[in-house]
């Protein structure tokens, strides 16, 4: 039996169109209705049929729900909330895909007192945006971190949790502020030091900057994709996860100031003890099968 029957998705960009996608490709009986604050998307929505029914409001698309789907930026989890919160069904629950937790956690209390609640992160993307980004097998093996605050019916979480495995992902539960931790150090400090060092070589002079771009291969390469991610995700992600990345980034700068003083003074042994720990850290991550360049993983677009 399927978790739910009706589904909204607000938000129709990379998530939430994978979701419908996805939603469409492995339980095709559900009823999908979409919405987003962008006409344009709107549009483009309707033309490539990513949902049954897209509307002109966020209350509209949540009447008759029975499972709402927050894909907006973290930024905009409160206000998209508070705008459906009269039309939405006593019994509906919600649910978000946000990159950051107990802000959104939160904020979506404040908006919708007496909701059931049951936020979660889909820890899968790619560094491309709008509704046409979306595919199908996003989630396939990935996690889906749930984060529901303390009281949450046990049955709710559960429907939740079998509505994400349906779509591909695998389950874990944490506390939301666990959560911000875990992911300020692998996804939130490597997006912002991507930005810092594609920004850095763009600030150079004009000779070397185009010789940056012509010659960048690898390392470079990898870094631009990521600092190729969208603006507005990440303003808000970071200021939504303020503590735990600064604390994280306190971190990684004292780290990197010890990385400095080892090849000013020539302490090889400490540059080379440091390389490899961390190529056994890459190891143990391909052989537990997380390594996106190596198996699909749902990137190509099936
Ligand atoms: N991109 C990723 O890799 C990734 C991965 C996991 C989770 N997330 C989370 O998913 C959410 C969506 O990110 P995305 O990558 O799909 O972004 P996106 O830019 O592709 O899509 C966001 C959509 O939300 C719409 N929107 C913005 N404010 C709105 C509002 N108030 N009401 C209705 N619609 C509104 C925008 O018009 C846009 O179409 C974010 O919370 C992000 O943190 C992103
Ligand atoms: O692969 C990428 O492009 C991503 O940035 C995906 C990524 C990540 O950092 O792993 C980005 C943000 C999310 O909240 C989850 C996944």
């Known amino acids: 039996m399927l978790p739910f029957a009706r589904v909204t998705v607000i938000g129709l960009g990379l998530i939430g169109s994978s979701v419908t996608r996805a939603v469409r490709a492995r339980m095709p009986t559900v009823r999908l209705t979409g919405y987003d604050a962008d006409p344009s998307v709107r549009d483009t929505a309707r033309a490539i049929e990513l949902c049954d029914d897209v509307t002109d ?3 509209a698309s949540v009447i008759d729900a029975d499972l709402v789907v927050l894909c907006v930026p973290v930024g905009a989890m409160g206000a998209v909330a508070a705008e459906l919160a009269a039309d939405l069904p006593a019994d509906a629950i919600v649910t978000d895909v946000g990159s950051c937790k107990a802000s959104v956690v939160e904020a979506l209390q404040a908006a919708l007192p007496g909701t059931t609640i049951v936020p979660a992160h889909p820890v899968a993307g790619t560094e491309q945006s709008g509704p046409e980004a979306g595919f199908a097998t996003l989630f396939n093996h990935r996690w889906c971190i749930l984060t529901p605050p303390e009281g ?10 079998s509505f994400w495995r349906n779509l ?3 389950i874990e539960t944490m506390a939301p502020e666990h959560h911000d931790r875990v992911l300020a150090v692998t996804s939130h400090l490597p997006h912002l030091i991507a930005y810092t060092i594609v920004g850095t070589a763009s600030d150079l002079e004009e000779v070397t900057r185009s010789e940056v771009i012509k010659y960048s291969a ?8 990521i600092a190729a991610s969208d603006p507005t995700m990440w303003r808000d992600v970071f200021l939504s996860n303020r503590e735990a990345v600064l604390d994280m980034l306190q971190r990684f700068s004292e780290d990197l100031s010890a990385l400095q003083r080892a ?5 090889g042994d400490e540059l ?3 390389f490899e720990r961390t ?3 890459r190891r143990s991550i391909v052989e537990e099968g997380q390594d996106d360049a190596a198996p699909d993983f749902g990137r190509s677009h099936e």
């Open 57 to 59: 409001t966020a209350g």
């Open 152 to 161: 949450t019916d046990p049955v709710a979480i559960e429907r939740v949790a």
């Open 168 to 170: 591909g992902a695998e």
């Open 218 to 225: 690898g390392g470079f390469r990898d870094f631009t994709r």
């Open 263 to 267: 090849i000013r003074w020539g302490k």
């Open 272 to 274: 080379f003890e440091l």
């Open 279 to 281: 190529r056994a850290v």
